[in-house]
């Protein structure tokens, strides 16, 4: 019985002995007298090292002894695999089923990552000095025997065949340098490479997006990973168990990775995490992306976990799914394919083992519990912190949870260098670090800068804002602890509406009430919304709301009218689309569990639909004069010098304005002020008023200027 090899390098090493067989072999064949003469010296003596010791005899001879060689090395490689030993090009044959000729141009590929002399070798055979890797004509040469093998031989440099589609083997030149396949060099890829040399890292082109986690028997299980473990292990246990494949979904990316973790550690497996979207992106294409990590994950016999984030949407849909379901035919084994949304799966995904998985976001009770938790690890926390009030805010994770307490750190230290007490002020803004920023690609974030005591409004309507905010505040106490979830499935966002004329403080409040809750709110950029091209609105709008769920933002949609009108009898095609946006709209805000704010200055333009799905209609009038003498006593900052004949009850008698208005008159007199060197007048306040009766396009006329009409008649 033959010896088994005593380790993976043994047997590399050994197949290189074979291969110098051969090439003694080739090379005797050349220094017959019918050789052709070339460019390159032939009895060169840089080629010497490369020539086996005891080459010498005749053609027959080192024809047999490298055969004899080949039937050695196959034994051995039977006994070590028999006895459990890894061999990796043995495990790389029987993974991509390749033949032996297959194998052997592997191994001619393989030679000169080994060992500078090959490359001589193959430029003194080629007769070529600048050629050292070997070409197709080569491969033919050494190992083919007569015009039919040869053909033969071709088909494994075809796109498609296994070598050379999972890119074990490559050409090492643009195909139209050269004229013929013959003239083509190869090379072997760098990660097979090195792999069969002993490697147990990554590929490096996975390293930026990868990373392989070895079983962890301390992980802990969910229900749900309890239900993947014990679906894996029934497929295991079959007789000729083949592919399993658990399509994970749904917002909680950290739930699903360690419901992996956990399957993969019951297992016994290792697990290797990829981030689609992001090799796709650095691989040159989605199909080399698949390709390079299924390889990857099966040359280390370990589970591959395939966060495919948006990259199975878009115009190549049919494409990519194709190239994801040839891979996993070819290389899958065991699989987790993790996506936000539900993926509509082919019937080649399900004909092994499958089973499909949400994993929603945390429910209320369950983010109270994670913040109870993450928050005693942490220990010095300050009294006033409410869990509660957190789990109700800030619909997170629990990673994010975990990220939120290690954020609010740093918060502290930047905010009291020293202190180490966590305050609520702190973790909400951690929170908001770690959750808001989604919105950021579809709008920009509302600066606040005001207080209740800023916003001046009639007390009906004062009233009505509190009133949002103790909504929005207790919406998870009332739907989770109170049972009305259960009896409401659809319309539990919160979406409020505000009306008035521009200026009457829409953006301020919401604004105020963002603040209030500690919460960030997001104004929608309606030019990165709306769009010409039938579906694209829909489709930005999609994108919005989605993020928007796990945001823990507020949605502001200024002018809502451009995009909440009214649905419109159809006459021709751009009816029928543009009313499909508006139905839309309205299933979007149905599903929609977040909070949104429409302002408008014509409400009455608003499709009566969305108003059912309003919980708060806040009328912002215009104000009176008792509200305007508020607005102009408020208008002007503490440290603004202002002159002794400032009249604020004749301009809020005479001036019909709104509060916007107002900041626009003060601050065009502050300039008007500033410019003269002086403090700020009744002079400048009125001339600063004509400019903005000018630009709204009002008469200045002497019932409202009174007195001071000359100055700007």
Not at 330 to 352: C, H, M, N, Y
Not at 434 to 456: A, C, I, M, P
Not at 528 to 540: D, M, W
Request: proline share 4%.
């Amino acid at each position: 019985m033959s010896e088994p090899y005593t380790d993976n390098l043994a047997h590399i090493q050994d197949e290189l002995v074979w291969l110098d067989e051969v090439l003694a072999y080739a090379q005797r064949n050349l220094r017959a007298p019918q050789g052709l003469d070339g460019a390159f010296p032939r009895d060169a003596a840089a080629v010497e090292d490369g020539v086996p010791a005891d080459s010498t005899g005749d053609s027959a001879s080192l024809r047999a002894r490298a055969e004899a060689k080949r039937c050695d090395i196959d034994a051995r490689v039977a006994a070590s695999l028999a006895e459990g030993l890894e061999l990796r090009l043995a495990r790389l044959e029987r993974l991509f089923s390749l033949s032996p000729f297959e194998r052997d141009v592997l191994l001619l590929c393989l030679a000169p990552e080994v060992d500078e002399k090959y490359g001589a070798l193959y430029a003194y055979l080629q007769d070529d000095a600048t050629c050292r890797a070997p070409r197709v004509a080569l491969v033919q040469r050494l190992f083919c025997d007569g015009l039919r093998e040869r053909g033969l031989a071709r088909r494994a440099f075809h796109a498609r065949a296994r070598p050379m589609r999972y890119a074990i083997v490559e050409f090492g030149d643009e195909q139209h340098a050269t004229p013929t396949l013959l003239a083509r060099r190869l090379r072997i890829d760098p990660g097979i490479a090195a792999y069969l040399l002993g490697g147990r890292e990554v590929d490096s082109r996975l390293v930026h997006c990868a990373r392989l986690e070895a079983p962890n028997s301390q992980i802990t299980a969910s229900g749900a990973a309890n239900a993947l473990s014990a679906s894996l292990s029934r497929h295991l246990d079959e007789p000729a168990p083949r592919q399993w494949i658990a399509h994970l979904h749904g917002p909680d990316a950290g739930a699903k990775e360690n419901a992996a973790r956990f399957v993969c550690s019951a297992a016994g497996l290792a697990c290797l995490f990829l981030d689609l979207p992001t090799l796709a992106a650095t691989a040159g294409s989605f199909e080399q992306a698949v390709r390079l990590a299924f390889r990857d994950a099966a040359l280390r016999g370990a589970a591959l976990y395939l966060d495919v984030g948006g990259a199975l949407a878009g115009d190549a849909l049919a494409a990519r799914h194709a190239a994801l379901e040839s891979a996993m035919r070819d290389l899958g084994w065991v699989t987790f394919l993790a996506s936000g949304e539900p993926i509509e799966l082919g019937s080649a995904w399900k004909r092994q083992g499958f089973v499909a998985l949400e994993f929603p976001l945390p429910g209320f009770s369950e983010r109270k519990a994670i913040w109870e938790t993450a928050l005693k690890g942490y220990g010095d926390v300050s009294p006033e912190v409410s869990t509660e009030d957190l789990a109700a805010r800030y619909r997170l994770t629990e990673r994010e949870i975990g990220n939120a307490v290690s954020v609010a750190r740093g918060v502290l230290q930047l905010r009291a260098p020293g202190e180490t007490t966590l305050t609520q002020a702190d973790l909400q803004a951690a929170c908001r670090a770690e959750s808001s920023t989604r919105l950021r690609s579809f709008g920009h974030k509302v600066q606040n800068r005001y207080s209740w005591s800023d916003l001046v409004l009639p007390a009906a309507q004062r009233q009505q804002l509190r009133e949002v905010v103790d909504h929005i505040r207790f919406h998870e106490r009332v739907y989770s602890d109170w049972g009305f979830g259960s009896k409401h499935s659809l319309g539990r966002g919160n979406n409020v509406l505000f009306s008035g004329p521009s200026g009457t403080g829409k953006t301020m409040a919401a604004g105020i009430i963002a603040a209030e809750l500690g919460l960030d709110v997001y104004k929608i950029d309606l030019s990165a919304v709306v769009s010409k091209y039938i579906g694209e609105t829909e489709k930005n709008l999609n994108r919005i709301f989605t993020a928007a769920e796990t945001a823990n933002a507020i949605l502001f949609f200024d002018e809502a009218d451009a995009l909440f009108g009214k649905r419109s009898e159809v006459k021709d095609s751009h009816d029928r689309y543009a009313n499909v946006e508006i139905n839309y709209l309205l299933q979007r805000m149905e599903e929609h569990e977040g909070i949104v704010i429409l302002a408008t200055n014509l409400s009455r333009n608003l499709d009566d639909a969305f108003l059912r799905r309003i919980q708060f209609a806040v009328g912002f009038p215009q104000p009176e004069r008792e509200e305007r003498l508020l607005l102009w006593r408020q208008v002007f900052p503490a440290q603004a010098p202002l002159a002794a004949d400032l009249d604020f009850d004749f301009l809020a008698r005479r001036f019909k304005l709104t509060g916007g208005s107002i900041k626009n008159i003060a601050v065009g007199a502050a300039y008007l002020a500033q410019c003269e060197r002086s403090a700020i007048g009744m002079r400048h306040v009125v001339l600063a008023a004509k400019r903005e009766f000018q630009k709204m396009g009002k008469i200045c006329a002497k019932a409202e200027f009174g007195d001071y009409y000359e100055l700007v008649a």
